[in-house]
């Protein structure tokens, strides 16, 4: 092994990729919106304001961390960066403008469409590239996993190679065995997973490495960064871990309110005709009631009614869980729970305050006794009000037990710690892509 060992982290070429979009793109949406929405001819300040622009989108974009080769890589943080940079951008050209006369001549419709379709395309031309970079083995990241103190699902290490990651596992706790590995494989991160206490001459060599520049995880970190949940052992006691998890304060209330009552309206508005539909078919293969009205666990563990268009029959056999082709479900039934119709009266419980568009889900307060007693933390996912959607839903497949109940409490922790605007807007595009793909929530 060399004695300077360099991380790769994301590729180069990815981050110079990003930089030339930043640069280049405010000038080129500037000449494509004159072209288009103009009839004056060019003036020579619109040059200067598209270059300007640009060196300072690069500029602010460096400041903010988006070219760091160890950049949280998540949709939410690239939509965050692109916003706040054009924003800080923006501000900072209307104070030139104002300096200089010969900008605040401009037509003021391109620039107006200029700021506002430039962030959405230097977004698109991002994520363009991230997901080409991911499709070719160039981009793959090498990780080691250090110990078996969790062991990683089949889902988890999908999830991990669709984004050409790959894992590499040490059981063994000697620092020869772990040594030969790391010139083997020459790992971007190093994952600490131990299940018991590590000797002195393993915690001496795993300092090494770090002197090094190997990247040393806890397996909590790798789980937040990697894998976007919260990491739960079944033993855990260290209660410090709760210190970040806090339901939300008055702001992101307010915002998150603002949104659900927005939302909520226009999708009752335009999903009328498909709620009209779906009772004309309910009555049609079931008759029996419409709705169907159960109690569910919402916030501080207070029970509420959560209401869906029935999709069993009635009186069907009790079982809390549903299976493949359950002879309990009328056909139109299996085509709502499919394309979740069945979950838009929900929006009621969204527009009285029982729910959130998005957040952890509803769960059966039949099923939520037995989950805290089984599952540490589970507690904690009730500091919020449930959604019709969630991170784990659109992350984690339907589960029926209560190890998988246990995996997606991990995706709700992370969507209460690190709750922002910018999460919200990437659950909503996840389930949009879920709903399409018709893929169950």
């Known amino acids: 092994m060399t004695e300077k060992y360099i991380p790769r982290y994301q590729s180069i070429r990815v981050l110079w990729s990003y930089r030339l979009v930043d640069l280049c793109v405010p000038f080129t949406m500037l000449s494509l919106v004159h072209f288009f929405f103009s009839i004056q001819p060019w003036k020579e300040p619109y040059t200067w304001l598209g270059i300007m622009a640009g060196l300072f989108f690069v500029v602010f974009t460096q400041l903010l961390g988006g070219y760091s080769r160890y950049a949280e890589r998540s949709i939410a943080k690239k939509i965050e960066i692109v916003f706040k940079t054009w924003a800080f951008n923006v501000l900072l050209l209307i104070f030139i403008a104002y300096l ?3 900008v605040l001549s401009l037509a003021r419709s391109v620039i107006l469409v200029w700021v506002v379709l430039t962030p959405f395309v230097i977004l698109s031309f991002k994520l363009l590239i991230n997901y080409k970079s991911r499709s070719t083995q160039n981009g793959r990241t090498e990780i080691l996993v250090l110990g078996k103190g969790y062991c990683f699902n089949a889902f988890e290490l999908a999830q991990l190679d669709r984004h050409n990651i790959r894992l590499h596992t040490i059981d063994e706790y000697d620092e020869a065995v772990l040594r030969a590995k790391v010139e083997t494989i020459s790992p971007d991160f190093l994952v600490i997973n131990l299940d018991k206490k590590a000797e002195p001459r393993l915690v001496r060599e795993l300092t090494h490495l770090d002197l090094k520049g190997v990247q040393l995880l806890a397996l909590h970190h790798f789980m937040e960064s990697f894998l976007r949940k919260c990491y739960i052992s079944y033993d855990s006691t260290e209660l410090g871990y709760l210190e970040s998890i806090r339901s939300y304060n008055r702001v992101n209330y307010l915002i998150k309110r603002i949104v659900d009552i927005f939302v909520c309206l226009s999708l009752a508005v335009f999903t009328s005709p498909v709620m009209l539909y779906a009772i004309y078919k309910i009555r049609q293969e079931s008759p029996g009631a419409i709705l169907f009205k159960q109690s569910r666990v919402g916030l501080n563990g207070k029970n509420f009614q959560a209401i869906k268009f029935r999709s069993m029959h009635e009186n069907s056999v009790f079982n809390p869980y549903t299976q493949e082709e359950d002879p ?10 499919r394309t979740r119709i069945d979950e838009l009266p929900q929006l009621w419980n969204v527009f009285v305050g029982d729910m959130h568009l998005f957040g952890p889900r509803t769960e059966w307060d039949i099923l939520v006794e037995g989950y805290e007693k089984d599952i ?6 009730h500091l919020v009000r449930p959604g019709i959607s969630g991170w784990a839903q659109v992350l984690y497949p339907y589960g029926a037990n209560t190890e998988d109940a246990r995996q997606k409490l991990m ?9 922002s605007i910018w999460l919200e807007i990437e659950t909503l595009i996840r389930t949009v892509l879920v709903v399409l793909g018709r893929k169950g929530l």
């Open 376 to 381: 540490p933390y589970y507690h904690e996912r």
């Open 328 to 337: 309990r479900i009328f056909p139109f039934g299996n085509t709502m729970r």
């Open 411 to 419: 995706y709700d922790l992370y969507y209460i710690k690190h709750w």
């Open 100 to 102: 200089n006369a010969a």
